[in-house]
């Protein structure tokens, strides 16, 4: 803890308790409707969350000169113009790509969980917890939306990390692997959204079953009653 902010309890909601895809429940048009793949996963992922860095760092610093009248909208032109950035980036490194995702991308703006932690976390904090929280938002979205990826991947085509290379250059193209083989009949049911739905689901319904189980023991150390020989402490003179 440091001036009053604890990141490890940043850390912790932005991994799991206060997590945008599983507990907000922000971000599922592109979580459904991309999440396919790992690499698209991936791709989505990572972009959001720098936009999510970038926009907290900024919102943090320019939060004591923008009045409250303006304050949404000069939140959403840095959310745009951090897009933006990410947008030209993936034109220009990751073509193949950015055209797979398609307008998912500049859809990012329209994520309610960055304009979310920006008016709520870092319009309020300075620069580092602010940027630290943006972070762990965007990779708590980052790994719900790859194990969506991976999950649906597996079912429907029965092979894991496919097409890497689209992200990560010719050297990931050997990254693929062929877990079930080529006997394995492919679920195509899991590569369309309502597949994607299903297992958004299920993880949303094992986070809670975990949550239970903790909140559980929690309250049975806390109820749990000490047994043995207690002290007593006499006072004054015995004659």
């Known amino acids: 803890m440091s001036n009053g902010v604890n990141y490890t309890e940043i850390t912790q909601k932005g991994l799991w308790g206060n ?14 409707a991309v999440s396919s793949t790992v690499v698209n996963a991936l791709g989505l992922g990572l972009a959001t969350l720098l936009v999510l860095t970038t926009t ?10 923008v ?26 490194y990751t ?7 398609g307008l998912f991308i500049p859809l990012i703006v329209t994520n309610c ?17 602010s940027a630290i929280d943006g972070f762990m938002m965007g990779v708590g979205f980052l790994l719900v939306l790859v194990c969506v990826g991976a999950v649906r991947e597996l079912l429907g085509t029965g092979h894991l990390f496919a097409d890497m290379q689209l992200l990560f250059g010719e050297s990931a193209r050997s ?5 079930f083989g080529s006997s394995f009949p492919n679920v195509i049911f899991a590569l369309l959204p309502p597949g994607a739905f299903i297992v958004v689901g299920f ?4 986070k809670n079953t975990i949550d239970a189980q903790l909140k559980k023991r929690a309250d049975a150390r806390k109820t749990h009653a000490v047994k043995g020989s207690k002290r007593v402490r006499t006072t004054g003179s015995v004659t």
């Open 19 to 32: 997590n945008a895809a599983l507990v907000q429940l922000l971000g599922l048009c592109p979580l459904l």
């Open 56 to 65: 907290n760092s900024v919102v943090s610093l320019i939060r004591h000169y």
């Open 67 to 92: 009045s409250d009248a303006v304050r949404l909208p000069a939140f959403v032109m840095i959310i745009a113009s951090a897009v933006t950035c990410i947008e030209l980036l993936m034109k220009a």
């Open 95 to 101: 073509y193949e790509l950015y055209q797979i995702l």
């Open 113 to 129: 969980a960055v304009l979310g932690r920006a008016d709520a976390f870092a319009s309020k904090n300075t620069l580092l917890p």
């Open 175 to 179: 990254w693929q692997l062929n877990v």
């Open 203 to 206: 993880l949303i319904a094992a």
